[in-house]
């Protein structure tokens, strides 16, 4: 049974279609990335599988329930909103007393999150940092022994060292056996983090797959500046085109094992080499259409 | 209804409470204590009573009479103005407070919480109920210690004004994500059923707009003079019972997209 499905949900507010024929699946003890630029759907998807909007049409199960209305389920989920708001009057101490209590936990895990994170939990909340709120949400994550959590760009307001124990964590805690599905529009840290992972534009899933599947549809970029001119029939031949008399830029895949050695001979000085980004990215999975073993290894 | 939440909600809307304490102490002594004074003065009374405009007179139920003793002074000037008012503005922000999270972008972590929306929803109105009971009780203590009256009819006639008012605005929490149209539009309601009761009082052959109007049912001075008044107390309860069990339907099957 997977721990999180979404089977050809379609989502809409009012005459806004914000989802189209979604179809993923999630097993346990994954660690799964949602990615795409805003208004993709990601947040959307989220919102189905913690309950806090109910599908248009489809078939949504976490942990094999549906999760509209289902309070019961909620006890096995945990939730991280993207842009961190808390209660302003209270201390992070209150308020995350009051949630475990209210969901009927303890907080015997908070003393050593809070060293571990150097949270500040014993001023009002209004009066943190933005940094220092999410900190005080991830206690509020972490504390409990949700099942599945799901995370909304957890690492925006975090700095580089956060966001790199942050990435830890949720290795560690997949590494136990919990479900992570989290959404970033950064795709390199969902390379970087995620077993698998599933792009969205528009609504829709452009691709599921495994984070190295993705890697070898990535086109590369390499710009060459040179001491001599580069005869435009080569770069032609090679994929390329000339920014300049000195400036070449090539796309595609293997340019640093094909390209690059024929452009020696005209004096390499300088080299850029480096993905196309989530934007290109989009764009070359808009212009090639899904090949089945790629759609396949989306369907774990 | 939630234990934790009901808690949390009053525990959360204390210090407002207390506030509001405070300026229903402050609104019945402003009556109690400036009735000796102007009692004192016949001329000044009368005057007093001739610079109100008529429509105003007939809004609020004033009438020459309710200036002619302590009792009467009181309830019309306190209780038929001031503190109908105030208690609308407390409901208001009641439901204002729900709609706060959502306009927040808080509201993510109580739907996370093992507790139905339902249960959710009442635990706060609950709290509300229970704050303005608490308010109502206060002004009813105080009236019968300054005037030595029984005020038990009145205190139930103001509890089902404000449960009333209570249940409009859960609605409109219920339906709407921001606060600040959920406290204007409780309160523009409230104008406008003091409109037409007005225009029902002051215009001929216009008794019939007091018909759509809930704020003719409400009557300190009738009531206190009187005893309760049946109808006006099923009415006014029972349809902010009714607003509200609508309102958490509609809160139930509600989106709340992060």
């Known amino acids: 049974m997977s721990t999180l499905l979404l089977e050809q949900v379609r989502k809409t507010y009012r005459k806004t279609v914000a989802l189209e024929n979604i179809t993923l699946e999630v097993q346990r003890g994954e660690l799964f990335g949602l990615v795409g630029v805003n208004g993709a759907g990601k947040t959307t998807t989220l919102s189905l599988l913690m309950g806090f909007v109910q599908a248009s049409s489809g078939q949504v199960r976490v942990l094999g329930e549906n999760p509209w209305n289902n309070p019961g389920l909620q006890r096995r989920l945990s939730w991280l909103p993207g842009e961190v708001r808390l209660p302003d009057a209270q201390t992070g101490r209150q308020w995350l007393s009051y949630q475990a209590r209210a969901a009927g936990h303890g907080l015997e895990r908070l003393p050593a999150l809070e060293r571990e994170w150097e949270a500040v939990l014993d001023r009002p909340l209004r009066t943190l940092s933005k940094g220092n709120r999410q900190k005080v949400a991830l206690l509020r994550l972490l504390s409990g022994n949700a099942e599945v959590l799901i995370l909304d760009e957890p690492t925006s307001g975090l700095d580089p060292v956060a966001q790199e124990r942050l990435h830890e964590t949720l290795r560690k805690l997949a590494q136990a056996g919990r479900t992570v599905l989290f959404s970033s529009h950064s795709l390199a840290e969902v390379q970087a983090l995620c077993d698998r992972v599933a792009v969205l534009d528009r609504g829709q899933v452009l691709q599921v797959g495994r984070t190295s599947d993705l890697e070898r549809r990535q086109e590369r970029t390499l710009k060459v500046w040179t001491r001599d001119p580069v005869p435009l029939e080569l770069l032609t031949v090679l994929g390329g085109e000339a920014e300049s008399a000195r400036h070449a830029v090539l796309r595609g895949n293997h340019l640093l094992e094909d390209a690059l050695p024929r452009l020696f001979p005209y004096g390499v000085e300088q080299v850029h080499y480096g993905g196309e980004g989530l934007e290109g990215l989009l764009a070359h999975l808009h212009d090639a259409p899904l090949e089945p073993s790629v759609l396949s290894g989306g369907r774990a | ?258």
């Open chain 2, 1 to 258: 209804m939630n234990g934790v939440v009901f808690r949390q909600s009053f525990g959360s809307g204390r210090l407002g409470l207390a506030l509001y304490g405070v300026g229903v102490l402050v609104v019945l002594a402003s009556g109690t204590l400036g009735y000796e004074a102007i009692a004192q003065q016949g001329k000044a009374l009368s005057n007093l009573l001739r610079s109100l405009p008529p429509a105003l007179m007939a809004g609020f139920q004033l009438s020459m009479q309710s200036f002619s003793s302590p009792l009467g002074y009181v309830s019309a000037r306190s209780l038929s103005l001031l503190w109908p008012i105030l208690m609308v503005a407390f409901a208001a922000g009641a439901g204002a407070s729900v709609a706060a999270l959502i306009e927040r972008g808080t509201l993510h972590y109580e739907l996370n919480l093992p507790i139905s929306r339902v249960s959710w929803f009442s635990s706060r109105y609950g709290a509300a109920v229970v704050g303005a009971l608490a308010l109502v009780g206060l002004t009813g203590l105080g009236l019968a210690l300054r005037l030595g009256v029984n005020t038990w009819s009145f205190v139930a006639l103001g509890g089902a004004f404000t449960l009333f008012w209570l249940g409009v605005s859960f609605l409109l929490a219920s339906l709407l994500r921001d606060r600040g149209p959920v406290f204007g539009l409780t309160f523009g309601l409230f104008a406008l059923e003091f409109f037409l009761t007005t225009l029902g009082r002051s215009l001929e052959g216009a008794s019939w707009l007091e018909r759509f109007s809930v704020w003719s049912l409400y009557n300190p001075e009738y009531t206190l003079r009187h005893g309760p008044d049946g109808v006006a107390l099923a009415v006014l309860a029972g349809g902010g019972l009714l607003l509200f069990a609508l309102a958490a339907r509609v809160w139930r099957g509600r989106d709340f997209p992060a």
